[in-house]
């Protein structure tokens, strides 16, 4: 039997998707933050039992498993990672603490960015006096200016040794340039400090994590790779351990932020870093091919996020520019998406006579004040059981009874009485603030992000939470489609089974390109030197591209590659990624290809007067990505509901205009293909409801997608 497991471990929920054969189940459990494990075979246990088998049966079956962890995620956030020394050039101690002119406001919500009163730079990762300068100079070019010297750089690590380090960052100037001494100094520490003496202290280099142009940059990438890597190490050799010990024996693969998959000894911890909603983006597209959606806002609503991505013209796999791990700037290939503090189980409070909803969240202990289990403050899944759109009894499928009266305590005393209002008013206003603050988001990313509009685009609403706010989100975004899916809560889950195995290489690599523009067409001048000097470095990463494939058993007939180019137009800062027709340069007609592509594309972004190809253009940076296709699980057909059960009905609060309304409530398993319905009308199923808002039509295909359009009609009767 063909099995399959997609995880997704999030904040609140640790979600599996399982495929055997023609069947798909999922399932959730509390994310148990103490130790990720329990969560994870608590969910694999639940989706045993859907299909009929035991957990261990399900895992001797199991042909891969892909796994999504926030474990390196919760260690940063909270600063649990090791304590670690860095060894950098002498006179540049300071890079990480001077940063860059921005360094204030990354990875800050914008409320705060632009508050520059209040603003302040992160606090480091590694503290000042773990930072020493070894005496030694390389330049730009990979010339030694300054040899290194054994004796000076035993010196400095014998002062981080002292300090009481657990792990060595080596981020020399131009190293990637020439690592000649970073690699001696690592040789000096594994001769001078065996694990026999000081236990394992693992030794990290610049030029082997990160081999880019960008000091800071650079340095942020392996000190974060570090940071996060004991704690997660431990989490998934742990993991896999005992995934051994219970009988499966095939391969472990972890999802990535650069939107695939690789086995555990191939990945380093920085980039499973958001690899969730990345891998739920990649799923999203698998199905937007499939459906014809070619632009398509994902809009992925958790228990504690909410994480937004983008399919433009059918394309998914774009990344971010300049991204942003946390707080600092990193050189990392991440897939662009965005995330915001807004789920079901973020907390509304009032300030100052002001309602605010998120970003703080209660997460799955304590979680909601419904929950019973010791919260007591107001969240958005509380309003929404307060206004009768989440039933208390088949909350999860009914695994988890939720207390009313809790919810209506919690949104009377936080919310209601500090405000003055109804408590089913002030339960709407927690719902449509929430609606609103993720609507003009998606609507600024769309904007901003694509150069599109966002009437153009569908919204795919996965989470638990996505299909409850999907109508209130699309109207504030002005969003007129809405698909939501059988799988819709655990997306992320579900988005790991479509990953493919993906290593990217990455190299810094200036070259002046001339070009000469004639009749709106531009060419390069200088072709055989562009190829003479770019197709060496593109040898070069195929060569660690190669190792790697060896490493993993695969074939050279298995492997696919694509190569990207950074380009920008002479002396500017921004660059566009561009795809290259081959993997690697073979002619002129090559590299002007390349070069429109990057024209057309700049024009696409900023606008037909910002292209100025009379300056000429640089490539700045090469990307190769060594890829294997894994077969994907197609969603299969659900069986036919038997007989037209009537709908029962429940008192929903729709705001102050329509107020209660006994809206239909259908359970998502009872509905005929290709009927519709108009709203209010709430969809049940197992593991959420979707809110059929007035104005809106739904209706679903052979394959319980459902597709939500606004529109007029007779409210809540099927047609």
Request: aromatic share 8%; with cysteine.
């Given at each position: 039997m063909n099995v399959t497991v997609g995880v997704d471990v999030g904040g609140t929920f640790t979600d599996v998707c399982v495929t055997r054969g023609a069947c798909a189940v999922h399932s959730k459990s509390d994310t148990t933050s103490f130790d990720l494990?329990?969560?994870?075979?608590?969910?694999?246990?639940?989706?045993?039992?859907?299909?009929?088998?035991?957990?261990?049966?399900?895992?001797?079956?199991?042909?891969?498993?892909?796994?999504?962890?926030?474990?390196?995620?919760?260690?940063?956030?909270?600063?649990?990672?090791?304590?670690?020394?860095?060894?950098?050039?002498?006179?540049?101690?300071?890079?990480?603490?001077?940063?860059?002119?921005?360094?204030?406001?990354?990875?800050?919500?914008?409320?705060?960015?632009?508050?520059?009163?209040?603003?302040?730079?992160?606090?480091?990762?590694?503290?000042?006096?773990?930072v020493v300068g070894v005496r030694e100079r390389i330049d730009s070019a990979g010339r030694v200016l300054m040899p290194m010297t054994d004796e000076n750089a035993l010196e400095q690590v014998q002062r981080l040794v002292d300090a009481g380090v657990r792990g060595f960052v080596v981020v020399l100037m131009n190293s990637f340039r020439n690592a000649a001494h970073e690699v001696r100094i690592r040789e000096l520490i594994r001769e001078q400090y065996p694990s026999i003496y000081l236990g394992y202290m693992p030794v990290f280099l610049?030029?082997?994590?990160?081999?880019?142009?960008?000091?800071?940059?650079?340095?942020?990438?392996?000190?974060?790779?570090?940071?996060?890597?004991?704690?997660?190490?431990?989490?998934?050799?742990?993991?896999?351990?005992?995934?051994?010990?219970?009988?499966?024996?095939?391969?472990?693969?972890?999802?990535?932020?650069?939107?695939?998959?690789?086995?555990?000894?191939?990945?380093?911890?920085?980039?499973?870093?958001?690899?969730?909603?990345?891998?739920?983006?990649v799923g999203a597209a698998a199905?937007?091919?499939?459906?014809?959606?070619?632009?398509?806002?994902?809009?992925?609503?958790?228990?504690?996020?909410?994480?937004?991505?983008?399919?433009?013209?059918?394309?998914?796999?774009?990344?971010?520019?300049?991204?942003?791990?946390?707080?600092?700037?990193?050189?990392?290939?991440?897939?662009?998406?965005?995330s915001v503090g807004a789920g079901g189980g973020s907390i509304a409070?009032?300030?100052?006579?002001?309602?605010?909803?998120?970003?703080?969240?209660?997460?799955?202990?304590?979680?909601?004040?419904?929950?019973?289990?010791?919260?007591?403050?107001?969240?958005?899944?509380?309003?929404?059981?307060?206004?009768?759109?989440?039933?208390?009894?088949?909350?999860?499928?009914?695994?988890?009874?939720l207390?009313?009266?809790?919810?209506?305590?919690?949104?009377?005393?936080?919310?209601?009485?500090?405000?003055?209002?109804?408590?089913?008013i002030a339960a709407w206003s927690i719902r449509q603030l929430i609606d609103g603050v993720m609507g003009q988001e998606m609507h600024r990313i769309v904007a901003l992000a694509s150069g599109l509009d966002p009437r153009d685009f569908t919204m795919y609403a996965f989470g638990g939470a996505g299909a409850v706010h999907a109508a209130?989100?699309?109207?504030?975004?002005?969003?007129?489609?809405?698909?939501?899916?059988?799988?819709?809560?655990?997306?992320?889950?579900?988005?790991?089974?479509?990953?493919?195995?993906?290593?990217?290489?990455?190299t810094t690599h200036l070259r002046y390109v001339p070009v000469q523009a004639s009749g709106g067409v531009v060419r390069s001048t200088e072709a055989e030197g562009v190829m003479a000097s770019v197709?060496?470095?593109i040898a070069e990463l195929r060569r660690q591209a190669q190792r790697d494939i060896d490493e993993e058993g695969l074939r050279d007939e298995q492997i696919g590659f694509e190569l990207e180019f950074l380009m920008r137009f002479a002396q500017q800062r921004y660059t566009l990624p561009?795809?290259?027709?081959?993997?690697?340069?073979?002619?002129?007609?090559?590299?002007?290809?390349?070069?429109?592509?990057?024209?057309?594309?700049?024009?696409?972004?900023?606008?037909?007067?910002?292209?100025?190809?009379d300056s000429g253009l640089e490539i700045v940076a090469i990307r190769l990505a060594a890829m294997a296709p894994r077969a994907k699980a197609s969603m299969p057909k659900r069986p036919l509901p038997e007989g037209s059960p009537v709908p029962r009905h429940r008192s929903v609060f729709l705001g102050p205009r329509l107020g209660a309304v006994e809206a239909p409530v259908h359970r998502h398993e009872d509905l005929w293909p290709n009927r519709s319905l108009t709203g209010p009308a709430l969809i049940e199923s197992a593991d959420t409801v979707c809110v059929v808002l007035p104005q809106w039509t739904f209706s679903l295909d052979e394959r319980g997608v459902g597709t939500m359009t606004r529109s007029e009609g007779n409210h809540g009767q099927i047609t």
């Open positions: 494990k329990f969560g994870f075979f608590k969910a694999i246990a639940s989706a045993a039992a859907e299909l009929g088998i035991s957990d261990d049966a399900l895992l001797k079956e199991c042909g891969a498993i892909i796994y999504s962890t926030t474990v390196g995620t919760n260690a940063l956030i909270e600063r649990r990672g090791p304590r670690l020394g860095v060894l950098t050039t002498a006179g540049f101690e300071d890079t990480m603490a001077i940063g860059r002119a921005r360094s204030w406001a990354d990875g800050m919500p914008p409320e705060q960015r632009h508050d520059r009163g209040r603003a302040q730079r992160p606090s480091p990762l590694v503290p000042r006096n773990l610049s030029s082997q994590i990160s081999p880019q142009q960008g000091e800071y940059r650079r340095m942020m990438t392996c000190i974060l790779d570090a940071y996060l890597r004991i704690e997660t190490e431990d989490h998934l050799v742990a993991l896999s351990e005992e995934l051994r010990d219970r009988g499966y024996s095939r391969p472990f693969l972890l999802a990535k932020c650069s939107g695939g998959a690789s086995s555990l000894s191939r990945t380093r911890p920085i980039e499973m870093f958001g690899s969730g909603p990345v891998a739920g983006l199905v937007s091919r499939e459906y014809g959606h070619d632009n398509v806002i994902l809009a992925d609503m958790g228990g504690t996020s909410f994480d937004v991505g983008l399919i433009v013209n059918g394309r998914e796999r774009s990344y971010e520019f300049d991204p942003i791990i946390d707080r600092w700037r990193v050189q990392v290939p991440i897939v662009a998406h965005w409070r009032v300030s100052d006579g002001v309602l605010h909803v998120g970003p703080e969240s209660a997460k799955a202990l304590p979680g909601p004040a419904c929950y019973g289990r010791g919260g007591e403050r107001p969240t958005v899944t509380d309003a929404d059981v307060v206004l009768g759109i989440i039933d208390p009894e088949f909350f999860l499928g009914g695994r988890i009874a207390d009313r009266g809790l919810a209506e305590e919690a949104v009377r005393r936080h919310v209601a009485e500090p405000l003055g209002l109804d408590l089913k209130g989100c699309a109207e504030a975004a002005d969003i007129s489609r809405v698909i939501t899916f059988p799988f819709s809560s655990v997306g992320g889950a579900f988005g790991t089974l479509a990953l493919d195995l993906l290593q990217t290489y990455e197709n060496p470095r561009v795809r290259a027709p081959a993997a690697r340069i073979r002619s002129a007609d090559d590299l002007d290809e390349i070069i429109g592509s990057f024209v057309a594309g700049y024009i696409g972004a900023y606008g037909p007067g910002s292209a100025f190809p």
